[in-house]
């Protein structure tokens, strides 16, 4: 099967410190690749790169043989709202709006109507059983609730790709294996693909591969199960 | 479009969806913004007031018969303006002709004898216990009010009475009222001073303004960024950031439109430099209104747009492009040099007169000088703050936090030293103006003479009007004072005035005086106008009642042999040149007696004695008019400069409030962004004080440093305006010190109002980061 997304020979410096050296990676439609490696290994920014949040100093990225960097800002941005679907450890959700209009937001910014953005927001809330803080903002949940609503805003537009940087980082363990399972259940029932960022074992458990980034590359590793 | 107002709508629901600091934030813009708005549209209701006043102006008009034969009834009109301790109060003597005679405009009909409509501000004068003195003047029967078609403002001292002594001059007979509108001009003072309020007032709302921008800064960047990551592109979210600008703008619209409405309904209460406006006057000019209507959201929107171009929302956080560059001054002196300039150049151009081409250089010139202080002031903070050194740790967490960044502290203050700088302005003209009126009486006057002018000065109405002011208890003497014209050609006449000794004394101060001594009072500083050289003794001329078409001639009469002496100088002793006639010197010659003055010394020590001499001769009314050359009370238009001074210091004081609330914002926002560092610091040792300390040196240097500058432009501001006014140079020190203390006071109650929030953000929980 041909890769959904591929990241050849990244490079990219912020300032003199060099974070990615060469690195790359492949992934194809619907399967869990978790990305691994210690503190400023570089693993966060492969994933910025391959999501078209930054742009590498060299090196390409393609996404259904269209290489990235040659899109517009705007083409990204609908690309994000579109095909990319984003959990991250905190800061994603916006504050001033409820769960219900967070996870409907992609949907609205994408001009479906409201009412039906949020029947479908309510939809994946449900399955990721938040369903009762629909009416509350961010602030007033708890941090495994808040990530399983950034689950289902990453889902609701039925992404290709599910970028996840740490997304259970700030979680206990209980909380970080619910919402992991809730994750990749629901990313294999839509057949979407996962990014998963993570220097957790356990969390990287989840995944169908590994690759472990150090000082800026990246290696592939046979999961040890 | 669809998407655009899409945008906007999300903008306007993340404004509001924060909670109660989205509240808070709406409140505070709302109110920066409404206090521009309430300033914006008082100043766009001023056509409005100027037209309809004119327009009531010409509606009072009476258009008179003249040579031509009324068709109809007429109505013979006299008018009398008289003074009551500094007021002017006018009205009209009446008789109609007939009942279809025109009724004066405000009256429901025309006051029959003894009867008398008064405005409604002359009626509550006379029923206060101030207006007893008065009641004399007005004994007729009060028959109606005077409404608001009869006047030209609410505080107008105005009647119309009726008397069956009008004369029936068919000249003065009015068939109608109404006429062409003429414009009315504002005192250059005034317009000054409602130029720099205008200007002072706007600044700091402006500032606040584009610090309401900054507001919750983080918050706004991490939503911005949440929102590019969920696929929003960079246009979309400036079209929501602006979206959030545009519910201000609203708000402040709102606001500002309630602020006007409730004050509107206050209007009639001020009186500022004699002119007071009715509340349906105080209405805003339609088109003026749109426009703030459509430019305040605009002008909001493109504020918060030109905000963010140095800004680029990303979806994982904000960046700035700005580079921390050294500020440079050649630049930012350009404004203050241009003012000055555009000032200087206008000196004494509104010295007297409206000088309309003036105006725009003024206002301009005002603007440069007040927009030079948000200029200037980021380069002295940063100059300044740079070279602190040393101290003790609370200083110097505030001096190093300030080198770090000082540029948005010095925007906040900028605001309120624009305040301070047109503040000491104000005050300086004000004060200046009121040194004007209390000095003078003092420099000009006589207190012990009063002089009565008769209308129609028949020898009857003129022992009449003596035998009045003979009797009246604030009388010491009375001189009359008869004008003769001699002629001595065929267009060729002398001015004279017949009087006895006593009289000439008074008038011209003579040596020595017997009668039938004539004089001649020449002014030595001027020589006399061609045709009125000096008339020479043994001239023959004939006594003239007029002159020219006036003229009504009496007996011939050749000029003695007389005393020159040179016209005094004290303005109160107002002589002509010419000959001052003792009656000897004219034998048993009938002379024409028809105009005259009556000359009456008065005891200065007696209260309210040109009121009494006023109520004296009031039985003649119109006929008479009455010259005060002693101290004329002033206390009125102290009183008054004094109340618009106190406005003005509340209005400063208000501003300034405002300008404190976006210090009080700006300084809780660093609170809540340094939270973590703060928490850490308190919680690796550093005291709680000493992190109190550092915010209060962090709130007073830039304010101590805005109010040297403000001080400084503010009191050159001062000397300026008033070299344009040509008024003596007099700057307000004690109002400088209040605005200071209040600047100090206000470093004080902001610091201590954060103090809450950094107690919070300093305790265990500031540590926690989600």
Redo the contacts between chains.
């Keep these: 099967m041909s890769a959904l997304l591929e990241a050849t020979d990244l490079r990219k410096s912020f300032g003199p410190t060099p974070a990615l050296d060469g690195a790359g990676l492949s992934v194809r439609a619907g399967e869990v690749v978790a990305v691994m490696g210690p503190s400023g290994s570089g693993k966060s920014t492969l994933l910025?790169c391959m999501?078209g949040?930054?742009t590498p100093d060299s090196g390409v990225v393609r996404y259904r043989d269209v290489e990235l960097s040659s899109l517009a800002?705007?083409e990204r941005?609908?690309?994000?709202?579109?095909d990319?679907g984003?959990v991250?450890q905190?800061?994603?959700?916006?504050?001033?709006?409820?769960c219900l209009?967070n996870v409907a937001?992609?949907l609205?910014?994408?001009?479906t109507k409201r009412r039906e953005a949020e029947a479908r927001a309510k939809d994946w809330l449900d399955r990721l059983e938040v369903s009762d803080v629909a009416d509350k903002?961010p602030?007033e949940t708890s941090?495994g609730q808040g990530q399983r609503v950034a689950v289902a805003?990453a889902l609701v537009t039925g992404p290709r790709v599910v970028f996840a940087d740490e997304p259970t980082g700030?979680l206990d363990s209980l909380n970080g294996e619910r919402v992991m399972q809730l994750l990749t259940t629901a990313a294999r029932e839509t057949n979407a693909a996962v990014v998963l960022v993570t220097h957790e074992a356990r969390v990287a458990a989840y995944s169908d591969r590994e690759v472990v980034v150090r000082d800026g590359r990246s290696r592939e590793v046979e999961p040890v199960r | 479009m669809k998407r655009w107002l899409s945008d906007l709508a999300l903008g306007v629901r993340l404004a509001i969806g924060g909670g109660r600091t989205s509240w808070v934030r709406l409140a505070l813009t709302g109110a920066g913004i409404g206090v521009g708005v309430a300033v914006l549209l008082t100043a766009s209701s001023v056509p409005t007031m100027l037209s309809a006043r004119a327009e009531r102006t010409a509606a009072q008009n009476g258009v008179l018969a003249g040579d031509t034969t009324p068709s109809s009834d007429v109505l013979y009109v006299e008018r009398w303006v008289t003074d009551f301790r500094g007021q002017v109060i006018s009205g009209d003597y009446v008789r109609a002709s007939g009942p279809e005679a025109p009724v004066p405009p405000g009256a429901s009909r025309v006051p029959g004898d003894g009867e008398i409509v008064l405005s409604p501000a002359l009626a509550s004068l006379l029923d206060s216990p101030q207006g007893e003195l008065l009641r004399e003047r007005f004994p007729q029967q009060r028959v109606g009010v005077i409404t608001q078609q009869g006047l030209n403002a609410p505080h107008d001292l105005r009647f119309v009475a009726g008397d069956a002594s009008v004369d029936e001059d068919a000249k003065q007979a009015v068939v109608s009222y109404g006429g062409a509108a003429k414009e009315r001009t504002l005192d250059p003072v005034l317009s000054l001073l409602i130029m720099v309020g205008v200007v002072a007032l706007l600044f700091p709302v402006l500032v606040f303004v584009g610090i309401s921008t900054r507001l919750a800064a983080t918050e706004r960047d991490r939503r911005l960024a949440a929102l590019r990551l969920v696929g929003a592109g960079a246009q979309r979210v400036r079209r929501i950031a602006a979206g959030e600008s545009l519910l201000g703008a609203v708000t402040g619209l709102v606001v500002g439109a309630a602020l006007f409405l409730t004050a509107r309904q206050f209007v009639e209460r001020i009186k500022l430099m004699g002119i007071s406006v009715f509340v349906g006057d105080a209405t805003p000019s339609l088109p003026l209104a749109v426009l703030i209507a459509v430019l305040v959201p605009v002008m909001a929107v493109v504020t918060s747009i030109i905000a963010m171009r140095r800004t680029v929302v990303e979806p994982l956080g904000v960046v700035r492009r700005s580079k921390p560059v050294r500020r440079v001054l050649w630049w930012r002196t350009v404004p203050v040099l241009v003012g000055a300039v555009a000032l200087v150049s206008q000196s004494g151009a509104l010295g007297g007169t409206r000088n309309d081409a003036s105006v725009p250089i003024v206002v301009g010139g005002i603007l440069s000088a007040l927009l030079s202080i948000p200029v200037l002031l980021p380069w002295v903070v940063e100059r300044a703050v740079g070279r602190l050194r040393g101290g003790a740790p609370s200083w110097q967490l505030a001096i190093r936090r300030l080198q770090l960044e000082s540029g948005t502290a010095a925007r906040v203050v900028g605001g309120v030293a624009v305040v301070l700088a047109g503040g000491i302005a104000l005050q300086s003209v004000l004060a200046s103006a009121e040194t004007r009126i209390v000095d003078r009486p003092a420099a000009q006057t006589d207190p012990s003479r009063i002089m009565v002018s008769l209308n129609d000065a028949t020898s009857e109405a003129t022992e009449q009007a003596v035998g009045l002011l003979e009797r009246s208890g604030a009388v010491d003497r009375v001189h009359p004072l008869w004008s003769v014209q001699l002629k001595s050609g065929e267009d060729d006449y002398h001015y004279a005035t017949l009087a006895d000794c006593d009289g000439l004394k008074t008038q011209v101060g003579l040596p020595a005086c017997r009668d039938g001594d004539v004089f001649y009072v020449h002014d030595p500083n001027s020589p006399p106008e061609p045709g009125q050289e000096d008339i020479r003794p043994g001239t023959e001329v004939i006594l003239s009642e007029g002159y020219r078409e006036q003229e009504r001639l009496g007996p011939r009469w050749t000029v003695p042999d007389y005393t020159e002496i040179a016209r005094p100088r004290n303005p109160w002793q107002f002589a002509s040149e010419g000959l001052m006639i003792t009656p000897g010197a004219l034998a048993n010659l009938d002379v024409p007696r028809r105009n005259a003055t009556i000359l009456v010394q008065v005891d200065p020590s007696h209260p309210d004695v040109a009121e009494h001499v006023r109520n004296a001769v009031a039985p003649l009314t119109w006929r008479t008019y009455l010259y005060y050359y002693g101290e004329t009370d002033v206390s009125e238009r102290i009183a008054q400069f004094e109340s618009i001074r106190q406005g003005l210091l509340a209005g400063s004081l208000l501003t300034l409030l405002l300008a404190g609330a976006s210090l009080l914002v700006l300084a809780l926002e660093q609170v809540r962004e340094r939270r973590r560092p703060l928490a850490v610091l308190a919680a690796s040792g550093v005291p709680r004080g000493a992190l109190s300390r550092s915010l209060l040196w962090q709130n007073a240097v830039p304010l101590l440093l805005a109010l040297v500058v403000a001080i400084a432009i503010g009191s050159g501001l001062a000397v300026l305006l008033l070299r344009i006014i040509a008024q003596p140079i007099v700057l307000d020190w004690p109002g400088m010190a209040v605005l200071s203390a209040a600047a100090a006071l206000l470093v004080v109650a902001v610091t201590a109002l954060t103090l809450p929030s950094l107690r919070r953000a300093t305790g265990a929980l500031g540590l926690r980061s989600e």
């Design positions: 910025h999501a949040i930054l800002d705007g941005s609908e690309l994000r709202r579109t990319f984003f991250f905190f800061g994603q959700l916006v504050p001033e709006l409820s209009e937001l992609p609205r910014l994408g001009g903002r602030g941090g805003r700030a």
